[in-house]
Nanobody, 123 residues
Framework: QVQLVEFGGGLVQAGGSLRLSCAAS????????MGWYRQAPGKQRELVAT????????NYADSVNGRFSISRDNAKNTVYLQMNSVKPEDTAVYYC????????????????WGQGTQVTVSS
């Protein structure tokens, strides 16, 4: 019904940059919040950054604040994550997340996830 597809993962050297994007498609009436989460091997999934659609309020994990930047294009239902000054500890599978209202007749948003994209930072 709703699909989130991530792009842009890969291998990058420490100190380098990478840009992730995630496009939502399908039965979408509105999206309230979009964000990025990550999961490293043996660890729980954790929040990286979120951004609201109404006023683009952003929220960052302390570990990435000042290095990563989240943005969105509401017209394209797309969210981006610009990753700068990456560190080996940023290595993880990065997942896109969105709160989607699928029709006018439904007053609530449902959380959807992308399939994940691998980001590997070499030292």
């Amino acid at each position: 019904q709703v699909q989130l597809v991530e792009f842009g993962g890969g291998l990058v050297q420490a100190g380098g940059s990478l840009r992730l994007s995630c496009a939502a498609s399908g039965s979408i009436y509105s999206i309230n919040v979009m964000g990025w989460y990550r999961q490293a091997p043996g660890k729980q999934r954790e929040l990286v950054a979120t951004i609201t659609s109404a006023d683009s309020t952003t929220n960052y994990a302390d570990s990435v604040n000042g290095r990563f930047s989240i943005s969105r294009d509401n017209a394209k239902n797309t969210v981006y994550l610009q990753m700068n000054s990456v560190k080996p500890e940023d290595t993880a599978v990065y997942y896109c997340n969105a709160g989607v209202r699928t029709s006018f007749w439904k007053s609530y948003h449902v959380e959807y996830w992308g399939q994940g994209t691998q980001v590997t930072v070499s030292s």
